[in-house]
């Protein structure tokens, strides 16, 4: 074993890339929120990409390391302690047999990432370690770590000519209290009446303490959907549609109150009209928004998404090359 | 400096178990560490907030219901 969980934090789970591609069987993907901030720590510590990591939410676990390891936090401005000293994020690290990662209050953003040199080795379940909690599969026996558990560490060889490596300054996103996600209008966007669709984007709303790995709810505003008789198999609230499958990222509002953001862990369908879809780009910043923070939505089209991801990809491929 | 209780995560600040009981703590109660002195929620769960040391509360910071980010000075002891 390599790491012992002396206190689990709020909500420390195991993380990869995710579960990709089981939609038809109604699986989500779970996987990191923030992907960047997840695989930037990848790279940091020199793991193949796709190796699992710890997700750590809005308050910091205390673990102890059983060996030497190489490690590195990204993502939430939450900061590391090792042995009660802070210690640089986005930056290589190395910690002995017996030193105890603890974290600082989160300042900003919402949830830190754990890389381990090697990787956590836990089962992999349908091609994926990634955790999903709701169903209580993947990851370490499907669930949040609890105090006393122990995770063992893939192979990995000797790392400790990359302790040091760090993320460039400019290549470290900045979290704030004020956020803005641009949104694909649609897939059913119809269902909204022409002011509420004004109103949905000039609204600044707020994230709710509801807000987890299923869905961001929001408040602030109120939306009215257009009037009309529910078709067959659509259900009686007028934010119904016939059932559809829902991408990650699609925003559905039941009642036309309180946005939902579906993310990583969601129902992959149902019957909630979606009004628009975070772009992919957007979510490791939505994944970054914590309760209480405000939130604005702004309309892109296709084009500007697809640029906006390209430029994502082109940033994690210079920060990889940069610490290769 | 006075002693606090801190908010150790973001969420909403209670400061009773439930709507229909009395309050954890009062102005002016001798608490001893450990003791429990209101409620955060935060995705859908609640978790308690605990006096790290015995004090007397002094005053309450935030209100009932308030939001409250980690961190964040929840009430002084004296």
Known sequence: ?324 | MAKTVKAQMPGTFYRRPDPESDTYVEEGDQVSAGDTVGLIEVMKSFHEVKAGEEGTIARFLVENEEAVDAGQDLLEME
């Open chain 1, 1 to 324: 074993m390599a790491i012992r969980v002396k206190s689990p934090g709020l909500l420390t789970t195991v993380q990869d890339t995710g579960r990709l591609g089981e939609y038809a069987i109604g699986m989500p993907p779970s996987g990191a929120m923030d992907v960047f901030s997840y695989q930037v720590g990848n790279y940091l510590v020199g793991n193949e990409e796709g190796a699992a990591g710890l997700e750590i939410t809005y308050f910091g676990p205390e673990l102890e390391f059983t060996e030497d390891a190489v490690v590195a936090v990204t993502g939430a401005q939450m900061p590391p302690k090792i042995n009660g000293e802070e210690a640089p994020t986005w930056e290589t690290l190395s910690v002995e047999a017996g030193d105890v990662l603890t974290f600082d209050y989160l300042q900003n953003g919402a949830r830190s990432y754990l890389a381990v040199a090697g990787g956590i080795d836990v089962p992999v379940f349908m091609h994926s370690r990634s955790t999903y909690t709701l169903i209580g599969l993947g990851g370490h026996e499907g669930r949040a770590l609890g105090e006393g558990d122990e995770l063992a560490l893939g192979e990995a060889g000797d790392r400790s000519d990359r302790v040091g490596m760090a993320v460039v300054e400019q290549q470290i996103p900045k979290y704030s209290k004020e956020t803005e996600l641009r949104v694909i209008i649609g897939l059913a966007s119809y269902r909204l009446t022409e002011e509420s669709m004004e109103e949905f984007l000039n609204t600044t709303w707020t994230v709710t303490p509801d807000a987890d790995r299923v869905g961001y709810r929001y408040k602030g505003g109120e939306l009215g959907f257009v009037e009309r008789e529910q078709p067959a198999g659509a259900g009686a609230d007028q934010a119904n549609v016939v059932d559809f499958g829902y991408p990650v990222g699609s925003i559905q509002v039941p009642g036309g109150v309180e946005p939902i953001v579906l993310m990583n862990d969601a129902v992959t369908g149902g019957g909630y009209a979606t009004i628009g879809t975070v772009i992919s780009a957007d979510r490791d910043k939505l994944a970054q928004t914590k309760t209480n923070d405000k939130t604005r939505f702004r309309s892109v089209d296709l084009e500007e998404a697809l640029a906006a991801r390209e430029q994502r990809r082109k940033q994690m491929a210079e920060i990889k090359e940069a610490l290769s």
